[in-house]
């Protein structure tokens, strides 16, 4: 067979998180099966999302303006923000509904084995975020930074309980030190719906550690 | 959040098979990181395969070219027919090597759970094909049958081992009886590669009954 436009779709499709080789080619398969309601209409979709969606500026959310949707928007509480590791944590959490202020994303998490260090993650930005609005509390605000108006007040460090992100929570709280905000992390615990039989070990500790009042 | 495009992405992303809302969600995002090597790329391999690629008009296997490049290819043998459910199961004998005469793709099964009788599939234009390979032999051939030069001689039913599969494979077979040519179906038994304390019942009695001398 030399059917090379197949093959090229397969390849392209197969780089996507979730498919490989054998799903690629099904997916290519239903959508040969189907031009008009979902090839054509993905292919557009696919260039109109390159073409308008881009990173926003402040918070690095992804979105069709810039500054985004949430940190243009007047009813989120300015001073908390919710450091996260990628735009999917920041989908997470909107879908959640239980975070009303704003978002910080990093990018990623530092990892010695992957070499990415802290040049490579969205953190200056982040502290300079949290400077500007020390600066304007203090009479030395720049002038640019209206989004940032309503200083942050408590960074809250959502990132994975793995070694890599905790590794990088504690690095942005030792580079937040000193700039008078408070900084939170998650609670750790059972999740809801959780059966303690199949909780590890790891969480059953931190969840009896952090035990409340009933 | 009002990000339209990129919630028309992922809906139309979802829709694939072996992506759910999570993983489309997923896709989209690394896409999104990616505009230049990965998203635009599938966009246009998607526009030229809905613009190149068909079923070809002999065998309904997707091809730039109909007839396809099986159909087309001189080294083949036109004796075999090798009847599939669908373009994937064709691609599946591809890559094993093992087959090297021309196929039938029928576009599905036999299923009366889902209504699809043998008006939907594929049926007429195989029985047809087998008739003018017939007819050509006692002299009463049709012109237009030049594809078709080097009569069927041989059916091979490589349906699924499902009940609809195997309906479908009998349906066929009764259809085809009186034209001349042998009808075969694919062994059962056991996978290359399998164990038996693996194997379903069923498998393991039509993997005994098919016994053959060691």
């Not at 509904?97 to 990623?108: D, E, R, S, T």
């Not at 007040?153 to 030792?174: F, K, P």
């Not at 992390?185 to 809801?192: F, I, K, Y």
Request: negative net charge.
């Amino acid at each position: 067979m030399t059917v090379s436009d197949l093959d090229r779709l397969i390849q392209l499709l197969a780089r996507l998180p979730g498919l490989g080789p054998r799903s690629a080619r099904r997916a290519a398969l239903k959508m040969i099966q189907k031009p008009e309601t979902l090839m054509l209409p993905l292919a557009a979709a696919l260039e109109q999302a390159a073409e308008n969606i881009r990173a926003c500026s402040t918070c690095g959310n992804l979105d069709t303006a810039d500054p985004c949707a949430i940190c243009r928007d007047p009813a989120r509480d300015r001073t908390l923000v919710c450091v996260v590791e990628d735009v999917g944590d920041l989908w997470a959490l909107e879908r959640s509904g239980a975070f009303k202020g704003l978002y910080h994303v990093l990018g990623g998490t530092l990892s010695a084995l992957d070499g990415r260090g802290p040049e490579q993650l969205n953190v200056a930005a982040l502290v300079e975020r949290v400077q500007a609005g020390a600066d304007a509390e203090t009479g030395a605000g720049r002038p640019d930074a209206a989004i940032g108006a309503g200083r942050p007040r408590e960074v809250i460090l959502a990132l994975s309980a793995t070694v890599d992100g905790q590794t990088t929570a504690h690095y942005i709280a030792e580079r937040l030190a000193g700039l008078g905000v408070t900084i939170s992390r998650l609670a750790h615990g059972v999740p809801v719906g959780g059966e303690l039989d199949y909780l590890d070990d790891g969480t059953l500790s931190a969840a009896l550690k952090a035990r409340r009042p009933a």
